[in-house]
């Protein structure tokens, strides 16, 4: 992967990569969106490759450094991984192959513990999240005083891909991986995975009013604004642009966008990654 100079190739006015596995890091893109709104933005969503979750950790790994190298090549200045299964497994190789900062999202494990108030914490992601190493380091750092159980949730990220939010099918999905969670007295559910705001009302139903659901979109777009500061890299005053690119079936991603952005968004076929 080629390391352009931060101080040569890119600029200011230079886009910002974002990725994920297919559409869910919309939900961090929209942060991000929120926070900056004078940058320019590419989105990559890695439709034709989902579900990363379901794969190995050699496959999540070789897609993240694809992606990536695709958006060093297109002239980014800073890549936001808003994928949190490709965070746990390759953010260090995409890391050790590019001197961009890099921004990744992981499950929000920490900000659960604290506000907890049943010492029960519910960690909804995705099967190869759930087994990595990444969390179990978290949950040894943060978890001494609480129960973390964490909750793999196979089928949510197909069902979110095809924008079914709120289907009876769709709720029993998110009941099957919830209530039991629930019934062992968690309060307080980290969303774990990108895709899974989109469920949120779906999953705030079927846990209950008192139950309180954690994601880090804001956080990460934060950690970004603060990254380009450092490197003063931030962009303006002219609104930024958003590009959305995918290795999938463009109509299908372009119609769940619509659904999932709220606003027209054109989607442009990826087939070189
Ligand atoms: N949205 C992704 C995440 O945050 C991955 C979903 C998947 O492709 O399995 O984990």
């Given at each position: 992967m080629r390391n352009p100079d931060l101080d040569g190739a890119?600029?200011?006015t230079s886009p910002i990569g974002v990725f994920d596995s297919?559409?869910?890091g919309l939900s961090v893109l929209r942060a991000i969106r929120a926070a900056l709104p004078f940058e320019n933005l590419i989105y990559v969503a890695d439709s034709g490759h989902a579900p990363y979750g379901d794969q190995t950790e050699a496959y999540i790994t070789q897609r993240t450094l694809r992606v990536g190298q695709w958006l060093v090549e297109s002239g980014v200045k800073a890549i936001t991984i808003a994928c949190n299964t490709a965070t746990v497994v390759a953010a260090r190789s995409l890391r050790e192959h590019t001197a961009l900062p890099v921004v990744a999202i992981e499950p929000a494990i920490k900000p659960a513990v604290v506000q907890t108030r049943t010492g029960v914490v519910g960690v909804l992601a995705t099967r190869q999240t759930v087994q990595s190493e990444s969390v179990a380091r978290l949950c040894a750092l943060h978890g001494a005083e609480v129960r973390i159980v964490l909750q793999a949730c196979p089928g949510w990220v197909a069902l979110v891909e095809q924008a079914d939010l709120h289907s009876a099918q769709t709720e029993a999905l998110v009941r099957q991986y919830v209530q039991p969670l629930i019934d062992q007295g968690a309060d307080t559910l980290v969303l774990g995975c990108t895709h899974y705001p989109f469920l949120r009302d779906t999953i705030q139903r079927v846990a209950g009013e008192g139950v309180t659901l954690i994601d880090p979109a804001e956080a990460v777009a934060r950690e970004l604004v603060r990254r380009l500061d450092v490197h003063t890299l931030a962009s303006g005053p002219k609104p930024g642009q958003t590009l959305v690119f995918t290795t999938g079936n463009v109509a299908q991603v372009q119609s769940t966008i619509a659904q999932l952005w709220g606003e027209g968004v054109t989607v442009e076929a990826l087939n070189a990654v």
């Open positions: 890119i600029c200011a297919g559409v869910g």
